[in-house]
């Protein structure tokens, strides 16, 4: 399952070889001053936009990949109405980051100054 890791440079979206594969992307990171908000959600399934494009997905089931909208795109690494984590950017290819988390899993703090 898709992970965020927070570092010292900034925050790491971490892939399973399976979800490279699935949302035809490979992993990544984002330096902190492109975060503007974390934010823990209920159901991040309920959070989605656009259309998948590219990327693997199933109704209510699974999307991987990215999701364009008339205002951008997304990154999305969603299974089920799951709870999980909205990061919002700037400055990056994607608008937002949204992202299942694992049993137990927090949320990333954005460093301050």
Same mark, same amino acid.
């Given at each position: 399952?898709? @992970?965020?890791v927070? %570092? !010292?440079?900034?925050?790491?979206?971490? +892939?399973?070889?399976?979800?490279?594969? *699935?949302a035809?992307?490979?992993?990544?990171?984002?330096?902190?001053?492109?975060?503007?908000?974390?934010?823990?959600?209920?159901?991040?399934?309920a959070?989605?936009?656009?259309? @998948?494009?590219?990327? %693997? !997905?199933?109704?209510?089931?699974?999307? +991987?990949?990215?999701?364009?909208?008339? *205002?951008?795109?997304?990154?999305?690494?969603?299974?089920?109405?799951?709870?999980?984590?909205?990061?919002?950017?700037?400055?990056e290819?994607?608008?937002?980051?949204?992202?299942?988390?694992?049993?137990?899993?927090?949320?990333?703090?954005?460093?301050?100054?």
């Amino acid at each position: 399952m898709a @992970r965020l890791v927070s %570092t !010292g440079d900034g925050l790491q979206v971490q +892939l399973t070889a399976w979800e490279c594969v *699935g949302a035809l992307h490979r992993p990544f990171a984002v330096p902190w001053e492109h975060v503007v908000a974390i934010a823990e959600v209920d159901d991040v399934w309920a959070r989605l936009r656009g259309i @998948r494009a590219p990327g %693997t !997905g199933w109704p209510g089931r699974i999307m +991987l990949g990215t999701t364009r909208y008339s *205002g951008g795109r997304d990154f999305c690494a969603v299974y089920r109405h799951r709870p999980g984590f909205v990061v919002q950017l700037r400055e990056e290819g994607f608008a937002r980051l949204l992202i299942t988390a694992e049993e137990g899993a927090t949320a990333p703090v954005i460093p301050v100054g």
